[in-house]
């Protein structure tokens, strides 16, 4: 399996991003897709294969987490960014296959947000 992001960069504060992370392999239905940073390490979103979402406080009311399971991908709107939001974002699958609980990681994608 492999995870590929895209979507970050640079932006004001107050302005938006959309994140996504495309996974291959067949699993992706069936996973819980999350989106980290590394500020340390924050659990920013996740959303179940059933589409319930979770998010972090810090987030709430300003990101939405979303999947296109025939597209594979999942999303992550970034509206009203403020720069304690500047962090490399790191996209996650994880699912339980037949040999067990698999996890794979993104390579990960910088977001800067200038005051």
């Known amino acids: 399996v492999q995870l590929v992001e895209s979507g970050g960069g640079l932006v004001q504060t107050g302005g938006s991003l959309r994140l996504s992370c495309t996974a291959s392999g067949s699993a992706f239905s069936a996973s819980v897709m999350s989106w980290y940073r590394q500020t340390p390490r924050e659990l920013v979103a996740s959303i179940t294969s059933?589409?319930?979402?979770n998010y972090a406080e810090s987030v709430t009311g300003r990101f939405t987490i979303s999947r296109d399971n025939a597209k594979s991908t999942v999303y992550l709107q970034m509206n009203g960014l403020k720069p304690g939001d500047t962090a490399v974002y790191y996209c996650?699958?994880?699912?339980?296959?037949?040999?067990?609980?698999?996890?794979?990681w993104g390579q990960g994608t910088q977001v800067t947000v200038s005051s």
């Open positions: 059933g589409g319930t979402t």
């Open positions: 996650r699958q994880n699912y339980m296959s037949s040999l067990g609980p698999r996890e794979y």
